[in-house]
């Protein structure tokens, strides 16, 4: 049996093929071409905001695994929010799994508060992704999982620097937060256990450690198996934003990873019994033992993979933005709307020009092509519409460049995007000027749609393409 594993470079991923290896052959996905060594793993490059990227790294795959989450940065620049570059990037990995005949995804996620009131937007994220996989054709498995505790993990990483760094720690309210922790060692064992089960098809588990402990219990534990005496002092007036930057200030994490995770732990992230993953004769591990072992791997200096930056190469820009999607509408009429609008926000300077499968964004006095898109008609559906940037006074013309329009969720969720872009002009320039410019001109775009919704916008609801 062939297995994927999207994410395969980081913590858990690597863990994992380690593991899978043994017993299948495996794919392992991540950004950048890698070789290995063992016969059974086969490293696959792919970036999971392509869609074509995705449909060729599924290539005869059986089950793929998804430990994909959008907290990193995936491009010099990235206008929009890492739950929509989530979603996105699930609906590619659907999408492909569902041309490949893949038999099963399996994906980790987080586990429910108590109080769904409470939900943070990261967990938040985590459940839509979950929504996008359970609307597939695909069957999918779903294991929620609160801290997981391993060497190169983020949320340990930051507990272990905070301990090594701080004699004395100033201890939010959150601190006293009760999670079910689990360690890397029981997630791994999880998703095996689950591969081509056919009674986990379709099914929600929730996965964790014997024991629910808050984090500042977690952080006495790990000065303790250090030996270390720390000073921790519990107060109530630290904000969310004032412990954001305090962590970050101490630990070196980016803001972008440490805010959402702060957030998310004003409510307790326990186990549910009825949801309770069993593995026959397997034990899951204790904290204190779970916290040893990531210890003893454990490298203050060598950060995790959330902590990085943005990736080599040349700049280039993300742009994704979520808009309202008038009732009836597609992603064709979407697009269509937008050729319509894009005059109207310079009357009588700006035109667009489409000639067959090209279209030319144009300034008219003096006359000048700023943007040539090409339409991409063997890459477009009703639910998707996609243009391939090939040039202009504003761009480069590049192999992936490209802006698409498509619907998520059934169209409960409408996401305008634009992709791999490099500028023409310098890259400080552009960033101050055009970049902003781009922001204000989808802002002004999703205003528009949201008038056509208020107005039973119509005209296009037969319209199978935008060309």
């Known amino acids: ?20 290896q043994k017993s299948f052959e495996v794919v392992a996905l991540s950004r950048a071409t890698k070789q290995s060594q063992q016969k059974n793993i086969e490293w696959r490059a792919c970036d999971l905001f392509s869609l074509l990227d995705a449909e060729r790294a599924l290539q005869g795959v059986d089950v793929a695994i998804y430990l994909v ?74 294991l929620r999982a609160a801290v997981i505790l391993g060497a190169e993990g983020s949320s340990f990483h930051i507990m272990a620097r905070l301990v090594n760094r701080l004699p004395v720690m100033v201890c ?30 379709n099914k929600i588990y929730d996965i964790g450690g014997p024991e629910s402990v808050s984090y500042l219990e977690m952080m006495k534990l790990i000065a303790r198996i250090q030996g270390r005496h720390r000073g921790l002092l519990t107060v109530p007036f630290l904000t969310p934003q ?25 409510s307790s992230l326990l186990v549910s019994p009825e949801r309770k993953l069993e593995i026959p004769g397997y034990h899951f591990m204790d904290v204190k033992t779970a916290l040893q072992n990531a210890l003893n791997s454990y490298d203050e200096h060598k950060s995790p993979l959330a902590f990085q930056g943005v990736p080599e190469g040349p700049h280039v820009v993300r742009s994704v933005q979520r808009l309202v999607l008038p009732q009836g509408q597609t992603a064709a009429s979407v697009a269509q709307a937008y050729l319509e609008f894009l005059p109207q926000m310079q009357p009588g300077f700006l035109k667009v020009e489409v000639s067959g499968h090209w279209i030319y964004f144009c300034w008219r006095f003096p006359f000048m092509r700023l943007l040539i898109l090409e339409y991409a008609p063997e890459r477009s559906w009703m639910d998707r519409q996609l243009f391939y940037v090939r040039g202009g006074l504003l761009a480069r ?9 498509r619907t998520i969720l059934g169209g409960e969720a409408l996401i305008a995007a634009i992709h791999d872009f490099e500028p023409r002009m310098p890259w400080y320039l552009y960033r101050w000027t055009q970049a902003l410019i781009h922001l204000w001109v989808m802002k002004q775009f999703g205003r528009y749609l949201n008038r056509q919704r208020n107005l039973g916008y119509s005209k296009h609801n037969k319209m199978e393409r935008p060309l």
């Open 242 to 266: 004032l412990s954001t930057l305090w962590v970050c200030l101490v630990t070196g994490a980016p803001r972008a990873l440490v805010r959402p995770l702060v957030v998310g732990l004003k």
């Open 69 to 142: 989450h959008s907290m990193r940065p995936s491009a010099h620049l990235t206008q929009g929010t890492f739950d929509d570059f989530d979603l996105i990037v699930a609906d590619n990995f659907v999408r492909a799994a569902e041309k490949c005949k893949v038999r099963q995804i399996i994906y980790l996620s987080g586990l429910r508060p108590e109080n769904p009131k409470e939900i943070s937007r990261h967990l938040q994220s985590r459940w839509e992704v979950e929504e996008v996989f359970r609307k597939s054709s695909v069957p999918t498995t779903a």
């Open 172 to 201: 939010p309210a959150w601190t006293k937060t009760k999670t079910q922790p689990i360690a890397l060692r029981d997630v791994v064992a999880s998703l095996i256990f689950c591969i081509d089960r056919t009674d986990s098809f």
């Open 397 to 405: 013309r590049t192999a992936r460049g490209r802006l698409e329009f």
């Open 1 to 20: 049996m062939k297995v994927a594993v999207a994410g395969a470079s980081g913590f858990v991923g690597k863990a994992l093929i380690e593991e899978l």
